[in-house]
Nanobody, 130 residues
Framework: EVQLVESGGGLAQPGGSLRLSCAVS????????VGWFRQGPGEEREGVSC????????YTADSVRGRFTISSDNAKNTVYLQMNSLKSEDTGVYYC???????????????????????WGEGTLVTVSS
């Protein structure tokens, strides 16, 4: 059974930091691109960041570039999202997702939208507020 389990969400003040974790089981990070989507109140789900160990590529949305960093630990089969300089507009549910790598630059899918993902986590809530 494949599971993607997110953790690390919570309340942070503007300018603060949080680190999200996505613990992956049942698939390996060598075969799947894994990353994060988020959905703010009343908004559509959007791609935030992705990492693909299979082809060494990654993707980070313009809205978070320079503030969020994605990384992975193959030994723990876990993907992390370090979020710094948080803003109120970063508030939302953050979902971990995985897609089988079948072409180069599979992470480009995160720029297209939440389509075609093979697996999803249940999400973790991030609230940025003073």
């Amino acid at each position: 059974e494949v599971q993607l389990v997110e953790s690390g969400g919570g309340l942070a003040q503007p300018g603060g930091s949080l680190r999200l974790s996505c613990a992956v089981s049942g698939i390996t990070l060598d075969s799947y691109a894994v990353g994060w989507f988020r959905q703010g109140p009343g908004e559509e789900r959007e791609g935030v960041s992705c990492i693909s160990n299979s082809d060494g590529t990654s993707y980070t949305a313009d809205s978070v570039r320079g503030r969020f960093t994605i990384s992975s630990d193959n030994a723990k089969n876990t993907v992390y999202l370090q979020m710094n300089s948080l803003k109120s507009e970063d508030t939302g549910v953050y979902y971990c997702a995985a897609i089988l790598v079948i072409r180069n630059s599979q992470c480009i899918q995160w720029s297209v939208g939440p389509y075609g993902m093979d697996y999803w986590g249940e999400g973790t809530l991030v609230t940025v507020s003073s």
